[in-house]
């Protein structure tokens, strides 16, 4: 609980970022779940935070980014709003002790960037298939190296194709103990977001790996990092 | 096969992972029993069913057991658990239940049966009880279903009837016992069982039945085998267990609130609801628990909306009490309180202001028939001067949209009852261009919900015949053409499912052989209409020689054996034959808070029950 000589209350709302991972069962959950779930943890908590105002009011979440099903992630960022002035290490606490197993709260802090710093993100994917070999490897970084990566976007007015290779900033394979092992950076800011679930399909078309039959092809996908335009460490 | 990988190839993989917050985890090793909780339908449906975490809760405090839940995998997950030869596992450990100790389905609706079945293949586990040995899990069962279980007696060990919260850990104290001291075979153990006041098991009566294919007799083995299984209840609900730490799912499920069990029972008496009539007597719990309880709910939860359960919420004789004390706290902490099931004659101004479910969205009432003298059959004793009432009230706050529930098909049934329905509407748009203070900036609507009447087993109607599905089918077009008005809307699903729930709901024994041909031919997920095939059910109850006309659309004898009188839910045939009657000429009867009728669910005692008004 609280202890009492670390709150002082102030009449601002106080900015408190909050850095987590999302592991284990948690990949297994949609960024919508999660945020209804972040919700419960915050109440669960008893942090003091801003609420929504409107009919139905509930503790405001802002997200740096989303996540889709089955990737997981070290670098997750969640912005909130005190509405007292409470120590770190005491925030920490408070909300690591009703995290489940899956989210792990890494660091409580008052931060002084926004999301919009925000640029892109590095990945770590590994795919097992039994085609792998450094052969396949030398040709996925010939293609994403020269480009185009061309990818069917779906949008409201029907198709598109798009080039995405300009949305890779860093892009690393290698072939890894039969599994391929890729590190790469992606856009991450909000117009140019490339959705790392994107760039593998297009391995699929181009490559014809990753065909449906999971018990000898699949992928695991980590986000490792966010960067800022400079390619720092987003804090 | 990694379950991740499988995980990563379906939808809503947040159904199968397991490990949310509040899910009990014990040493495998540490414990004497391990059961499997089964609930026969997808995660999300599961997960909002209260008496599986009431049970969960109940049966986990006990440290020699182990209760794990388990789902029935969506149709693209048994897929690939089929293609990758995976068996049905549990949740919080993954093991597979075909090594549990029991494995337990709470059956809440008829159309559920296949999934069960389904379930039970998955695992591994031979269907029928007769097939198992010993080296299978006990398969049991619970829930609403086991009021008339025949259908599905053959592929059960024994079922729980009634409320299971003592009687599931006295059943697994005799397991334990049994297995301890070296005395367990499973006939002794069923044996043994069957003296458990509310343990019904199946293969110690015999079943015959006459030429006409109706029940002749069903007749216990031995002697020791009562002759009828009283069903069990918890006396004082107070004292009853009630789980303020669940399982709280990730991904969105049914009900993502706080469900409070405020009474159980119901004093009203309706002659179509089973509800009302197998869950008496009523007994309610204190103001001041319920408050207690709530509050730890939503400090342990993080949930922000109350639901307060029961059978007809505004019947619970400390509703005040209870909103006022939840009030105290649950505005300051943005936490709604909703009322479900609110009766049309007991909707007031004062209770709008303080629930939010009714300050937000639509607003639903069920008048249930069309006409006072249908619903006086029925005995739903509300008129229609109650209902526009309650109506004006909503329209006078602002809301516009209004749900109105309703049957077809009930027993004295005429057309004019049916065109009442449409009349009922009409009058009700009225009453908003009557209200001064209505909400000018939206038009009205009226949604009309009908839903088909079933028969069920325990009511006064469980000797009428469901009308057949031509007639259902002609009653809703009927109604369809009494709607003229653009602002009412008419809402209903086909007829054939209700009619296959009528089949199952006053079957019996025979059945069992559509279920398994039914199972064989890859039917599950009856409730749901992208797997519903009445045309496939047709062939198959054709194929083993049912009549399903026999069950749904007969008239039973007033003498005639009930396949589901086995078991004594408290409330008397002859209670339930003077219902009948009293329908048939259109009288209704008092609820048990105005006078008692005399339905003999007394005898089974209770704490804060109505029944003290029953004169001696």
């Not at chain 2, 057991?65 to 293609?83: H, L, S, T």
């Not at chain 2, 709008?352 to 069920?366: E, L």
């Not at chain 2, 004019?416 to 000018?440: F, H, K, M, Q, W």
């Not at chain 2, 009948?580 to 105005?594: G, H, L, W």
Request: aromatic share 10%; hydrophobic share 35%.
């Amino acid at each position: 609980m609280v202890q009492e000589q670390k709150i002082v209350k102030t009449p601002e709302r106080i900015p408190l970022r909050i850095k987590f991972a999302k592991r284990g069962n948690l990949q297994y959950i949609s960024h919508l779940d999660l945020v209804r779930n972040f919700t419960r943890y915050i109440i669960r908590s008893k942090l003091p935070v801003w609420y929504t105002e409107g009919f139905h009011p509930i503790p405001k979440l802002t997200f740096a980014t989303s996540l889709s099903v089955g990737a997981e992630s070290e670098c997750e960022f969640l912005d909130v709003k005190l509405l007292e002035l409470i120590e770190p290490s005491v925030i920490k606490k408070m909300l690591s002790d009703v995290m489940p197993n899956g989210l792990e709260i890494l660091d409580a802090y008052f931060p002084n960037t926004k999301f919009t710093d925000i640029a892109t993100s590095s990945y770590k994917i590994r795919i097992h298939t039994e085609n792998a070999s450094s052969e396949l490897c030398d040709s996925i970084r010939k293609y994403v190296n020269e480009g185009p990566i061309l990818i069917v976007k779906k949008t409201k007015s029907g198709e598109r194709e798009i080039d995405i290779k300009e949305r890779i900033s860093a892009f690393d394979i290698s072939f890894d103990n039969g599994n391929i092992a890729i590190s790469c950076t992606l856009s991450a800011d909000n117009a140019n977001f490339l959705n790392p679930e994107l760039l593998i399909s297009a391995l699929k078309a181009r490559f014809g790996i990753l065909s449906g039959d999971i018990s000898k092809e699949h992928y695991t996908i980590l986000r490792t990092n966010l960067l800022t335009s400079e390619g720092r460490a987003f804090r | 096969m990694e379950l991740s990988t499988i995980l990563k190839s379906v939808t809503k993989p947040g159904r199968y992972c397991g490990g949310e917050v509040g899910q009990v985890v014990k040493d495998k090793a540490g414990v004497k029993l391990r059961f499997a909780f089964c609930f026969p339908d997808i995660y999300e449906i599961g997960m909002s069913n209260l008496g599986m975490r009431i049970l969960y809760d109940v049966l986990n405090s006990q440290k020699d057991i182990w209760c794990e839940r388990v789902f029935a995998p969506w149709i693209d997950m048994e897929e690939k658990m089929r293609e990758f030869d995976i068996p049905l596992t549990a949740l919080e450990s993954h093991d597979p239940v075909r090594s549990f100790d029991i494995v337990a389905f709470s059956m809440g609706y008829e159309l559920c049966y296949t999934t069960v079945l389904n379930m039970l293949d998955l695992a591994k586990i031979p269907l029928r009880a007769s097939e198992r040995g010993e080296e299978f899990p006990l398969v049991i069962g619970g829930g609403a279903c086991t009021y008339n279980a025949e259908p599905i007696a053959d592929f059960f060990d024994l079922f729980s009837i009634g409320e299971g919260e003592e009687v599931l850990v006295e059943l697994s104290e005799l397991y334990i016992s049994m297995k301890e001291n070296g005395s367990y075979t499973k006939a002794d153990f069923l044996r043994e069982a069957s003296h458990i006041e509310g343990i019904y098991v199946p293969s110690l009566y015999d079943v015959e039945y006459n030429d006409d294919g109706t029940l002749k007799a069903c007749t216990p083995k031995y002697d020791d085998v009562p002759a009828r299984v009283r069903k069990r209840i918890i006396k004082d609900m107070d004292k009853a267990a009630f789980p303020t730490d669940p399982v709280v799912p990730y991904i969105e499920t049914v009900h993502d609130r706080i469900t409070l069990e405020v009474y159980r029972g119901c004093i009203r008496g309706c002659r179509f609801c089973q509800a009302g009539m197998i869950y008496r007597p009523v007994r309610e719990k204190s103001p001041e628990l319920l408050c207690e309880q709530a509050k730890c709910l939503y400090e342990n939860t993080g949930y922000d909306e109350i639901s307060l359960l029961s059978l007809s919420i505004s019947d619970y004789s400390k509703i005040n009490e209870l909103t006022d004390g939840l009030l105290e706290w649950t505005d300051e902490k943005q936490v709604g309180i909703s009322l479900p099931s609110l009766r049309v004659d007991s909707f007031t101004k004062e209770l709008m202001d303080k629930v939010s479910s009714v300050r937000t969205g639509g607003i639903t009432f069920a008048p249930e028939a069309g006409t006072q003298r249908l619903r006086d059959a029925i005995n739903k004793n509300v008129t229609e001067e109650d209902l526009l009432r309650a109506v004006g009230v909503a329209f006078a706050a602002g809301k516009t949209n209004v749900k109105l529930y309703f049957m077809q098909g009930l027993p004295t049934e005429e057309y004019e009852d049916i065109a009442g329905i449409a009349r009922l509407a009409s009058s009700v748009i009225d009453t908003y261009y009557r209200t001064p203070e209505r909400n000018r900036a939206q038009k009205p609507q009226v949604t009309i919900s009908a839903a088909c009447f079933i028969p069920k087993p325990f009511t006064p109607f469980q000797w009428e015949p469901q009308d057949c599905l031509d007639t259902l089918r002609e009653k809703q077009q009927y109604l369809k053409s009494q709607i003229t008005d653009r602002k009412i809307k008419y809402n209903y699903h086909d007829a054939d499912v209700s009619h296959l729930e009528a089949v199952f709901a006053r079957g019996n024994r025979r059945l069992s052989a559509a279920l398994e041909e039914a199972h064989r031919q890859g039917i599950r997920f009856d409730s749901w209409a992208e797997c519903f095939d009445y045309n496939k059910w047709l062939k198959i109850f054709d194929k083993c020689g049912i009549d399903p006309a026999f069950y749904a659309n007969r008239t039973y004898g007033q003498d005639e054996l009930l396949p589901w009188e086995v078991i004594d839910c408290g409330v008397s045939r002859e209670f339930l034959w003077r219902e009948r009657c009293r329908a048939y000429e259109s009288k209704t009867t008092p609820s048990c808070r105005e006078h008692c009728s005399g339905c003999g669910a007394d005898k089974l005692g209770g704490e804060r029950t109505w029944c003290k008004n029953k004169k001696s």
